[in-house]
């Protein structure tokens, strides 16, 4: 039976690599990339399965660039591309704009009052907050009767899956249309990017609150993934949280917002991608002609301060009404490191599927855990960032046996060769991955616009798998020697910590 | 020259006419929007076996792969109470156990290493066998497939890391306010004993048996209660000789009906979970739905759309975007394929606004009778719907899996084309009749999951408050980690 199988693998293999090929060779000739004269990068995937398309504005931008004081910023200014432009979700811009404008003088004011040091005058603080709700009333008498317009118009007209996200590396928009409103997404996009408007501004900043107390504040996970991070870096704004700590979103204002979209979102930093049942010939003019009007400006300095060698295990510990999670992770150099891909390699073999060691380990032999794994690209990957493990003890039992058998699982990844199955399953498991996502316009998008951005060529997408191919066992037990050793340590830890009588927690079995 | 309207008067006074000359003057508008190519996504073929089994195949040559599904009729709702959480130990140890011949972690090796899958699960009406698999693995991955769904052996060691997993799960379920919001609305949508809102607890999973998941499997698979859908880089005529030489055979049993289930939604009034380490209150407030082949189907469909749907919805507009109350809200009536769905309107706000946001959806469904969903909103809804009807057909697997869940559910196969002729008809008449009939609040239960002491104004200014008790039943001795 083994053999037997070995064999089918060596068979398999010459197959996929010539499905990769070919798939290359295929997007090679459907895919054209243009750079516009203002440095935005424009890519055409044609896919003619349906008659629809999909597309991924990608800008190279997140959360490390928010300035200090105004973390979220990023993120907010996500939610504010919903807004509308000067033409789109306003009765009468001009008279909008200073109605705007008076509303950030207002916002101002309050502020400088709030924060002052000594001497603040609340009677005086609550007449500028007053000046402040009465100046956004103002102006939403501007907007009022086209509140969420550019929303309306997408979703009127067909759009499907209308969302963004914006994480520490960069922000992403998206959606689909039906084939015939290309050129209006094309005014549309590029509208948006050209004449962002900031309204209603300090509504969408409690919106955004709301989101941070959802994901963060009301979660245990949300709190530990929070407090892990924070410590892991202490120098490279990767500690930040995407959605902003609670003082600096109830601080920046709509002019913040509006100097981030200002340096960050120009052409050279964006690159657009379609895919769908579109013809580069007749799709590109159309495409050029809209976003070719947002005009040229320089490209931002994004340097950072590098995060410098750890040399001491940190830890975190949170005391919870709710179960024990036990966390941990390692630096480790950022995407673009030769060893990028052997990273990849130690991910799926420690944690994909039934077969994964850490499965093995934890779940099905010493069965102290529902589920184990561990994964890389915490909390993004551009800069260096962390490859982590986690665990979730079953009841009774305790975060430090998870430590323990996760250190023996890479304790055995330093010391002893993985197997040829072992290496062998993780080829061949990239490469039907990698054909497995490219049979949907969305994902398409994303994927190229994402390698277009990352490695100035969308064909690293495929190349990845390359790359892949080329990791050996020595490669595995290098790297995990390098990387996981206590001193580039961080551990983050739920300890159950009991709870008030009818607040639902219980104890987790008799172990407690 | 705009200077003329900076009185906060005239701008008011203006208000209807403005919006008209600039709704025709905007750019968007003016750009051209060419008519959509015809388009005929190609249908799956439909073969019914002898014995009753029905099989669609989707031939889909983009990539080469080869994905199949295979759907027995029968579910958790079928089970006992006092064994609830059998299927989804039945769903896992179905693939994990193994079969006659080989262990669930062969077939993982095995599998894996020419990155196929082969997986078995459960819901609340069916289970399911599935494999996924590159072309030139098909007749290897496909014996898999068969030998999980003919001898599996449930081996006792693989029932008890699932049944470890259910007690973790079991343990965690009121970490997160959300999860408990979503589970106690169930409860009292559908009553808190009903199937479909039931939950499985240490007893009950400990409670199942290797010979109950033995017996279900023995029991419940015959072929016509069977539906087979297979997509992918295949050649049809192939493939269905291929489907019959497996399933020919295979005995017709008993057909499977839907159960009588009753339906015991809860008294109106307020219910609360205290949660104490929270500083967002989850709000739900719920009523029994219905069903999707209710001929209001389609007025409710554009009644959602436009009242608590998308981003142009009423409760988008009004309590995220003009109050900037919530980042999560939105509702509407429910709908299922055999039974009722829920009815619901959610907001989760800080828990300083919790009163002011129910109040908030208090006033958007009171609303509805002075300020019917009007011709803007109603065109806006079904556009919204019809315009984007293509992405319910533009992939072979989605056409595959809507024709499925039709023959599944005993629709006809042209509910899609159906549903885009019912939405087309519905008027401003329609909807204001369906929300008139479907949303009661004074019938509605409200579920509030929050840290009370940080509430706007306490729960009970708004009338009588039921406090849910979410406590986590303990264990029997001897499971759940009790090591002593």
Same mark, same amino acid.
Request: glycine residues 8%.
């Given at each position: ?98 109605? *705007? ?412 | ?132 698999? *590159? ?58 004993? %009903? ?28 072929? %016509? ?161 019809? %315009? ?97």
């Amino acid at each position: 039976m083994k053999s037997r199988s070995t064999l089918t693998i060596v068979v398999c293999f010459v197959v996929c690599s010539l499905a990769l090929s070919q798939d290359l060779a295929s997007f090679e000739k459907r895919t054209t990339v243009k750079r516009l004269s203002n440095g935005l990068t424009v890519i055409i995937c044609e896919r003619p399965e349906a008659p629809v398309f999909s597309f991924f504005t990608h800008v190279d931008a997140g959360s490390v660039q928010d300035p200090m004081g105004k973390t979220g910023l990023a993120h907010m200014f996500e939610h504010m591309a919903f807004k509308g432009t000067d033409k789109i979700g306003t009765r009468d811009y001009a008279g909008e704009k200073a109605a *705007l404008a008076k509303v950030e003088d207002a916002y101002a004011a309050y502020i400088a009052e709030r924060d002052k040091p000594v001497d603040r005058d609340d009677q005086k603080l609550k007449q500028l907050e007053q000046s402040w709700k009465e100046a956004m009333a103002a102006a939403d008498k501007f907007s009022a009767p086209y509140t969420n317009e550019f929303g309306r118009i997408v979703e009127g007209e067909g759009g499907e899956g209308m969302n963004a996200f914006t994480s520490l590396d960069e922000t992403g928009y998206h959606y689909s249309f039906p084939i015939n409103r290309l050129e209006l997404w094309a005014y549309l996009e590029s509208e948006r990017f050209q004449h962002p408007v900031m309204r209603q501004f300090y509504k969408e900043r409690n919106v955004v609150i709301e989101e941070r107390r959802m994901s963060v504040d009301s979660n245990p996970i949300g709190r530990l993934l929070e407090q892990f991070t924070e410590e892991a870096f202490a120098a490279h704004p990767y500690h930040r949280p995407t959605l902003g700590w609670i003082s600096d979103l109830n601080s920046f204002s709509a002019t913040d917002a509006q100097n981030f979209f200002d340096k960050y979102y120009v052409p050279s930093n964006m690159v657009v991608t379609v895919v769908g049942d579109v013809k580069a010939s007749e799709a590109m003019p159309i495409i050029e002609k809209y976003f070719s009007r947002i005009p040229a400006r320089p490209k931002p300095d994004t340097a950072t301060t590098a995060e410098p060698p750890q040399n001491s295990e940190r830890t975190v510990v949170l005391h919870e009404m709710s179960q024990p999670i036990y966390l941990e992770g390692y630096h480790r150099p950022d995407y673009r490191s030769p060893d990028d891909q052997v990273y990849d390699a130690i991910a799926d073999l420690m944690s994909n599927g039934r077969t994964s060691r850490l499965y093995r380990a934890l779940v099905r032999d010493k069965q102290i855990a529902s589920d184990s794994a561990g994964f890389t690209g915490r909390p993004g990957t551009k800069y260096p960032h962390l490859f982590a493990f986690y665990a979730v003890p079953i009841p009774g039992h305790k975060p430090q046996e998870m430590a323990d058998a996760i250190h023996a699982e890479i304790e055995r990844l330093k010391r002893e060769d993985i197997s040829d199955e072992e290496l062998k399953m993780i080829k061949t498991r990239a490469k039907a991955d990698l054909i497995r996502s490219l049979g949907s316009n969305e994902g398409l998008a994303f994927e190229l616009g994402l390698n277009q951005a990352r490695y100035d060529d969308w064909r690293e997408l495929f190349r990845s798998v390359d790359r892949i191919e080329k990791v050996s066992k020595a490669d595995i037990r290098r790297v995990a020697n390098q990387t996981f050793v206590p001193d580039n340590r961080t551990v983050g830890i739920i300890e159950f910590a009991g709870g008030p009588p009818g607040s639902g927690a219980a104890p987790q079995g008799g172990g407690q | 020259m705009k200077r003329a309207l900076t009185s906060l008067f005239a701008l008011v006074l203006f208000a209807g006419v403005q919006a008209q000359l600039w709704g025709q003057a905007t750019d968007w508008k003016q750009v051209p929007i060419p008519k959509l190519p015809a388009f005929h996504p190609p249908q799956p073929k439909r073969i019914e076996l002898p014995n009753g089994m029905v099989v669609f195949l989707q031939e889909d040559h983009e990539l080469p792969l080869i994905d199949g599904l295979m759907r027995i009729r029968g579910g958790e709702r079928d089970v006992p109470a006092g064994k609830a959480g059998l299927t989804d130990i039945y769903g896992e140890v179905w693939r994990t156990g193994g079969t006659k011949t080989q262990t669930g972690d062969q077939l993982d090796d095995f599998l894996e290493q020419r990155a196929a899958k082969v997986e078995t699960g459960a819901s609340e009406d069916s289970t399911t066998v599935s494999w996924s698999c *590159l072309k030139e693995d098909f007749e290897d991955v496909f014996k898999v497939f068969l030998d999980v769904l003919e001898n599996p052996e449930f081996r006792a060691d693989k029932i008890e890391i699932a049944q470890k997993g259910m007690y973790d799960s079991i343990s965690r379920r009121n970490d997160n306010p959300s999860q408990i919001a979503r589970r106690e609305a169930a409860k009292l949508s559908y009553g808190a004993t %009903n199937p479909y809102a039931r939950v499985a607890e240490y007893t009950t999973v400990s409670a199942v048996t290797r010979e109950d998941l033995v017996q279900w499997h023995k029991t419940r698979l015959f072929a %016509n209660d069977i539906i087979v859908g297979v997509v992918g880089d295949f050649d049809s005529a192939k493939m269905e000789a291929r489907l019959r030489q497996a399933f020919a055979s295979w005995p017709k049993g008993p057909a499977v009906k839907t159960p009588e289930i009753a339906f015991a939604p809860a008294k109106p009034g307020y219910y609360l979970v205290e949660k104490t380490d929270i500083n967002q209150s989850n709000i739900q407030m719920v009523a029994l739905g219905t069903t999707r082949n209710n001929p209001d189907y389609y007025a409710l469909s554009v009644f959602n759309e436009a009242f608590g749907g998308g981003f142009s919805s009423r409760l988008f507009n009004q309590i995220r975007t003009t109050k900037g109350l919530a980042y999560g809200v939105g509702g509407g009536v429910g709908t299922a394929w055999d039974h009722p769905g829920m009815l619901r309107m959610m907001v989760s706000t800080k828990s300083k606004s919790t009163v002011e946001s129910i109040q908030a959806l208090d006033q958007e469904m009171a609303g509805l009778a002075n300020r019917p969903i009007d011709d803007g909103e109603i065109k806006q809804a079904k556009d919204s719907i019809l %315009n984007s009807f293509i992405f319910r057909f533009d992939s072979p697997d989605k056409v595959l899996h809507e024709k499925m869940a039709y023959e599944f559910y005993g629709y006809p196969l042209d509910f899609l084309e159906k549903y885009q002729a019912g939405i087309e008809k519905v008027t401003k008449e329609d909807v204001a009749r369906v929300a008139a009939k479907y949303i009661h609040r004074e019938q509605m239960a409200v579920l509030v999951v929050g840290n009370v002491s940080d509430f706007d104004k306490p729960l009970d200014s708004l009338g009588p408050v039921t406090k849910l008790d979410v406590t986590i039943p303990a264990p029997p001795k001897g499971i759940a980690g009790d090591q002593q």
